[in-house]
């Protein structure tokens, strides 16, 4: 589950009806209709009302976005609940900024990674390069600042560690690194 992805597919569906992002009840309106699947054969395909948006999700507008939407209280106990239904046995392994903390506060291992902006600027343009999308470095790094401080600044479901979340900072891990120390971090079931 990547909650990320489901505030940015509410982003798109939001931006695709020219829905104004202070418009809190069209906003709610459009987040309790929408149909949100995720299928996985080699990749991950996200799909919102049977459409295949998968490649609009990485846009630096739909991030924005998101993170508007996702500072009012009303559309988080929405999207709350969806993230909530993806919960089933054996398990499940949840990505976002407030999984460990308000989604699933239950939940038995929690890992808080992190790295820094610049590093994550870096990894986001590499992303976007690689797919023909010609972006600026710079406006990158800003963009993710700024959704940090309002993120971490929401009076609700603010970016926190969780008390008992191991923390992790990637700035100078590669991902096989990640996944290696999670693996020797976390117990297994």
Known sequence: LD???IYRSLAIALLQNN???????????????MDLTFESDEELIVKLNGQDITAQLGTEANGS???????????????LQKQKDFKRLPGLVADGRDMGTVVF????????LTASAVKRAERRYKQLMEKGIDVNIGEITRDIE??????????TAPLAKADDALYIDSSDMTIDDVIAQILSLVPQR
């Open 3 to 5: 909650s990320g992805s």
């Open 146 to 155: 700024a959704r940090d401080c309002r993120d971490k600044g929401r009076l």
């Open 105 to 112: 506060p239950e939940a038995e291992s929690k890992v808080y």
């Open 19 to 33: 829905i104004d992002l202070t418009n809190v009840g069209e906003i709610l309106g459009i987040a309790q209709a």
């Open 65 to 79: 976005a998101a993170s508007k939407v996702a500072a009012i209280p009303e559309v988080r106990k929405v999207l």
